[in-house]
């Protein structure tokens, strides 16, 4: 897949904080209305089971640990990591602040599933925010391939830039199949958009 076949997704729009999804995240007690991206992908695509240890990279506020939290059921394991304090307590989930590059705490541990969320400071340079994006799922498909279990699912964020064709090759080689996914609750002025890895090698 060529990176401009997305380039008729990006069109300019007036920014409205408080849509349809976050008022719906806002009525289901979610921290974020980023939850229904990871939603979507997770009925697509089926990354989460029961009892699964589940990784959770730039997690603050802390909707995508939420979710993850309630799918893996009591016997299940979630670790968030974040820069900022996550001001959510789950029964199962364990938050970490710390850089994501910087986990000592993870020594020892494997995860089912290494997701990403995480992006990167905007600036409004776009060449600079999308290095910054490149970087950040960079960082996450090394995390990935240090923690996560074979035959394991990763989802990373990333900021569509020129950079794509070098991300995908990046997961092709470390799983049996790769998704992109620009989900429906994506803001129409961003650039973000979602890469699966499915099934690690």
Request: hydrophobic share 40%; charged share 30%; with cysteine.
């Amino acid at each position: 897949m060529k990176a401009e076949d997305y380039s008729h997704y990006f069109v300019k729009m007036t920014y409205n904080p408080k849509d349809y999804y976050f008022k719906k995240a806002k009525q289901r007690h979610f921290a974020a209305r980023s939850v229904f991206k990871l939603e979507e992908l997770d009925l697509r695509f089926k990354l989460i089971h029961t009892s699964n240890h589940v990784l959770d990279l730039g997690c603050a506020p802390g909707s995508w640990s939420q979710y993850a939290s309630a799918k893996v059921g009591s016997h299940g394991r979630i670790i968030g990591v974040d820069l900022k304090k996550v001001q959510l307590t789950l029964p199962n989930t364990t938050f970490i602040q710390a850089d994501i590059l910087n986990l000592h705490d993870l020594a020892g541990k494997t995860f089912d599933v290494v997701m990403s969320d995480m992006a990167p400071q905007t600036t409004g340079i776009r060449i600079q925010d999308q290095q910054r994006s490149f970087e950040l799922c960079s960082a996450a498909i090394q995390i990935a391939e240090k923690f996560l279990k074979p035959e394991g699912n990763f989802v990373v964020k990333f900021f569509h830039s020129e950079e794509f064709k070098t991300l995908m090759d990046l997961i092709k080689k470390r799983f049996k199949r790769v998704e992109v996914v620009r989900p429906k609750s994506t803001r129409k002025e961003s650039k973000e958009i979602y890469l699966i890895g499915l099934k690690k090698i």
